[in-house]
Structures are given as structure tokens and as C-alpha cells.
């Protein structure tokens, strides 16, 4: 027999089974199959929905009295009744979808053999399309909205099918046990973690000033950084030595710049104690300003080790109501100064009026090139260039660079460290001065797959 022949015995077979064929039946059934699948479609978006959902906002709003979202968080407690419900009705459904299926094939297209099989794939077009993806990809994208509202469905449903849950549950967690999968997670595995707090931190910035972002980013560095770190070094403390003539002190107690000074007898370690200005500046001005006098108003120094977390020391200093403190290493070597205001200022940038010949801000000119102090620390640095200089190390750029050398390197000298490209203009007693440093190029590569 002919291929022609063929097609049109099959055609007059198809048309007298549909000529047969009731029209209500064949409408009703389709009727149905179309609401099996929204209800397939309902149960897949709620999966999805429920379990993309942000429990933190969810409980927000449950403490703000949304019924909706305390439903939610009653059912996300209990993952293993949530997801039978959601399971169970979702196959249920399904199973229910393709028998329907084939049966409206096997009454269009009577007997043949790839009925069926033209069934099963218009079923699974269907599932896939109406009931699987747009179900899903929908509850992906709303999913703090959806969740509240699909729980006023899923709760009492949940408690009708608790049975079958329960029986169900009778095999899958012998399995889960087997598999040593079977341990609830805690409350303190919700917890945020600093690092994911830090993240929501920098992905809200839309609706945090930049201001209020950045202070809340620079305190969650606290916990990781030390004294040590936002320390002023010893060779810049703004000092007084008790063996220097006693007209010379006068004039330093009667022209310094800050409100406490650092007292030592002899050598920079020999500290005896802290002088507050303000005790003798009127007898220095007068010129009536003795030795004695000065012992007498020294208040006895408070030592830090370097390794204290700088969260801990504002701690510190909150509740023994200090501003100042001395850093030292672990044979007791003075180290450097940490003050109040150098915490504050860690955590809401510059406030203060510099002193003279301290250090001003640092900015890259427009060939991209900055010049910047040796003594300059490299958070500062990192913070006012936008670098990314290793801070686990050494304090300073100065140390930075000597590390890098192992040796004291001449003006002129160029040099490529840690991936910035250093040029040292002046060195001076042992340590490097001024530094022209080269804003590093940013190479833009390109990831997209053509």
C-alpha cells in the first residue's frame, strides 16, 4: 500500500473516532487537564516561592503582625511538611495530568500504536512549559511577595495531608538516617555571619547614604584589625624630654600643638609619664615653669599591648572614661600611640585639624601619580587611592618597601611592590622619606563566551 494511501486511511480513521466522539467529553476533559495544570503550575510556584523566600524579612513582618508571613515562618520551621505538601500535590497532579492525557489520545486517535507516545510529549510540553518553568521562574522573582499569600493556602492543606505526610515521612527518614543527612539545622545556623552582614551592607546601598555606609562597613572591620594598625609610630609622637633645658621645655609646654604629651627621661622608651598641657601652660607662658612642677603634673602612662582589637580598646576606653594609650610589642619596646580620636576617626574618616607637618590627604594627580609620606600607613593609603596593599604585614609604606628590598634603598631607586609601581625620591636618617607612587592600570577583560 502506498505512503499516500496510508495518510489518508489514517485521516478517515481520525475523523470518523472524532465524529463519534462526544464534544462535551472531549471539552470537558480538556477543561480538566487545564486546570490540573495551573494547579501542577500553583504547587511548583509555591516550592519555589517558599523556599527563595528572606527569612529575615518574613520575620520582620511577622513581628509587625503580617498573619501571612507568620504562616510563612510556621511552615518554613518545618521544612519536611512543607515540601511533602508541596510534593505530594505536585505529583499527585502530574500523575493525574498524563493519565488524562493519554486517555484523550487514545479516544482522538483511537488504537494506534504512537498514540501514546504523541501523548506522553504533548503531556510533558505542557507540564514543562505551564506547570514547571513560568510557574517557577514566578516565584523566583517574587518571592517575599508570593510567600505571605500562597501560605493562607498551603497551611490548611498541610494539615489535611498530614497523614499521607506522616506515612510518607516513615520511609524518608530511614533513608535520610542512612545517609546521615538527618540533622536539623539550628538557630544558629540561620544567624548572619559578619561577612554576609557586610555583604547586604554594600548590595543596600541604594537605600543607605554612602556616609551611614561606609561607618557601618568600617566597624565591622574592627574586629579584625588592631591598635597596631591605626597606631601614630613612636618617631612621630610629639614628645618631652626631661633632659632637655629646662628654657626649651617652657617654650614646648607653651607652643605644643597637642592637649597631652609624652614625657620620657632620656631615651624615647624611658617613658615616665603623659603631661596634660592645660595643668601648666600658664606657668610655661609666665615663664615660672620648674622641673618639679613638671614630675608633679605627669599622670602615670597606660600601656596596650599590639595585638589588641581596636573594638576591644574602644570598649576600653568607653568605660575607664581614657583618651590615650601606649603601644607596646611583647618584650614591652614602645611601639607607637593610639588615641580616642584615631578609633573614631577609623570609623567615620578624618574629623579632626592635623598637625603641623603631619600628614594631608593624599590624591593622585592627573598624570596618576601621587607623592606620599614613607611614614604613611597603608590603610590610609589604601583607603584615600583605592589601593589594595597588603596590610597583614608591615604598618607603613616605609616598612612595606624595606621588606620588599631587605635593605635600605637609594633616592632614584624603582621598584614594582605589590603590584604598584614605587619610585623612592628622598630617603633620610635610615628610612625612606617620599615616595612617588603610579596609580596601577586596570585591565578590563572580557568573560562573556561568544
Known amino acids: 500500500m502506498s505512503a499516500a494511501a496510508s495518510s489518508l486511511k489514517w485521516c478517515s480513521a481520525a475523523a470518523s473516532n472524532l465524529t463519534n466522539m462526544e464534544s462535551g467529553s472531549l ?8 486546570v490540573l495544570l495551573i494547579c501542577s503550575g500553583f504547587f511548583s510556584m509555591a516550592e519555589t516561592a517558599m523556599m527563595s523566600s528572606n527569612r529575615h524579612r518574613l520575620r520582620i513582618a511577622a513581628k509587625n503582625g ?13 521544612p519536611d511538611r512543607l515540601l511533602g505538601v508541596v510534593l505530594l500535590g505536585n505529583t499527585l497532579l502530574n500523575a493525574a495530568s498524563a493519565a488524562l492525557t493519554s486517555y484523550i489520545a487514545l479516544e482522538f486517535f483511537g488504537s494506534e500504536g504512537w498514540a501514546l507516545e504523541a501523548g506522553t510529549l504533548a503531556v510533558t510540553f505542557c507540564l514543562l512549559v505551564f506547570s514547571e518553568m ?27 495531608a498530614y497523614p499521607a505526610i506522616w506515612f510518607v515521612n516513615l520511609f524518608v527518614n530511614p533513608i535520610l538516617k542512612l545517609l546521615r543527612l538527618d540533622k536539623k539545622p539550628s538557630e ?32 565591622f572591620d574592627l574586629e579584625d584589625i588592631t591598635v597596631e594598625d591605626i597606631m601614630t609610630p613612636r618617631g612621630e609622637i610629639e614628645a618631652i624630654d626631661l633632659q632637655t633645658p629646662l628654657a626649651e621645655l617652657q617654650e614646648q609646654v607653651a607652643t605644643g600643638f597637642h592637649s597631652r604629651l609624652l614625657v620620657h627621661d632620656g631615651e624615647p622608651g624611658n617613658v615616665v609619664g603623659i603631661l ?10 609666665d615663664g615660672e615653669l620648674s622641673l618639679e612642677e613638671l614630675r ?33 610589642d611583647e618584650y614591652g619596646e614602645l ?40 611614614a604613611r600607613t597603608l590603610r590610609s593609603l589604601n583607603r584615600e587611592l583605592g589601593l589594595e596593599l597588603p596590610v597583614d604585614g608591615p604598618k607603613t609604606l616605609n616598612g612595606l618597601i624595606l621588606e ?15 603590584g604598584v609601581t614605587m619610585e623612592i625620591l628622598q630617603t633620610q636618617d635610615r628610612r625612606i622619606k617620599v615616595v612617588k607612587v603610579q596609580r596601577p592600570v586596570v585591565t578590563i577583560t572580557n568573560d562573556i563566551a561568544h
Not at 134 to 144: I, N, W
Open 27 to 34: 471539552s470537558s476533559n480538556l477543561l480538566i487537564l487545564g
Open 66 to 78: 503580617s498573619r501571612g508571613a507568620r504562616l510563612a515562618n510556621a511552615l518554613l520551621a518545618q
Open 134 to 160: 513560568t510557574p517557577k521562574v514566578v516565584g523566583a522573582t517574587y518571592p517575599d511577595w508570593l510567600s505571605p499569600r500562597i501560605s493562607f493556602i498551603l497551611a490548611p492543606l498541610a494539615r489535611i
Open 188 to 219: 544558629q545556623d540561620s544567624v548572619m555571619s559578619p561577612e554576609e552582614l557586610r555583604a547586604l551592607v554594600i548590595e543596600s546601598g541604594q537605600f543607605i547614604p554612602q556616609q551611614h555606609q561606609a561607618i557601618l562597613i568600617n566597624l
Open 276 to 285: 596634660q598641657l592645660r595643668r601648666l601652660i600658664n606657668a610655661a607662658f
Open 296 to 328: 608633679g603634673a605627669l599622670v602615670e602612662p597606660y600601656f596596650i599591648p599590639a595585638s589588641t582589637p581596636v573594638y576591644d580598646q574602644l570598649q576600653f576606653f568607653q568605660e575607664n572614661r581614657q583618651r590615650l594609650g601606649l603601644v607596646v
Open 335 to 374: 611601639l607607637g600611640l593610639v588615641t580616642l580620636d584615631d578609633i573614631i576617626e577609623e570609623l567615620i574618616g578624618k574629623f579632626t585639624t592635623g598637625a603641623p607637618g603631619g600628614h594631608h590627604a593624599v590624591r593622585w594627580d592627573d598624570e596618576g601619580n601621587a607623592l606620599v609620606d614613607g
Open 404 to 418: 620588599h628590598f631587605e635593605d635600605i634603598p637609594e633616592a632614584g631607586v624603582s621598584a614594582k611592590v605589590a
